[in-house]
């Protein structure tokens, strides 16, 4: 995993804790696992399914109660990502606020991220070492 000793990869709001467990809760489930994968105008996307073990390649991050298992090919990308949960009068789900994403389209669901350039100007002292 792309990492900082002492630092989560990913952060969860109360409110995506809440989500999270309450739904772990319900359906017996070990947790949820995000990924990415090709899609969607800008690129990528965001995958997310509950399931019921934990893949030995995943990196795993539990907060108060709610466990998040990061599926191997999405962990460079999703590294200081903080995940939130938001409920409106037309919409609730999950989203992602992730530093490591330059643009996304005009719904939201697709995003592409930063290019080595950019990102080696936000890491100086190079890019996080695997842990």
């Known amino acids: ?8 990869a990913v952060s969860m709001t109360p409110a995506a804790i809440r989500q999270i467990t309450r739904l772990m809760e ?9 990924g990415v994968k090709k899609g969607g105008c800008a690129g990528m996307e965001y995958t997310m399914d509950y399931v019921d073990e934990v893949d030995t390649h995943d990196e795993v991050v539990e907060q ?3 466990r998040v298992m990061i599926a191997p090919m ?8 903080e995940i939130d949960y938001e409920v409106s009068l037309l919409e609730s789900g999950f989203k992602f606020r992730n ?4 643009d996304s389209c005009g719904c939201g669901e697709s995003i592409k991220f930063k290019d080595v350039e950019e990102l080696s100007e936000e890491f100086p002292e190079g890019v996080p070492k695997l842990s």
């Open 1 to 8: 995993m792309f990492g900082i000793p002492g630092k989560q």
């Open 26 to 34: 319900k359906d017996g489930r070990a947790g949820l696992r995000i």
């Open 64 to 66: 108060d109660g709610a």
């Open 74 to 81: 999405a962990q460079m990308f999703l590294f200081g990502t």
């Open 99 to 102: 530093p490591n994403v330059a």
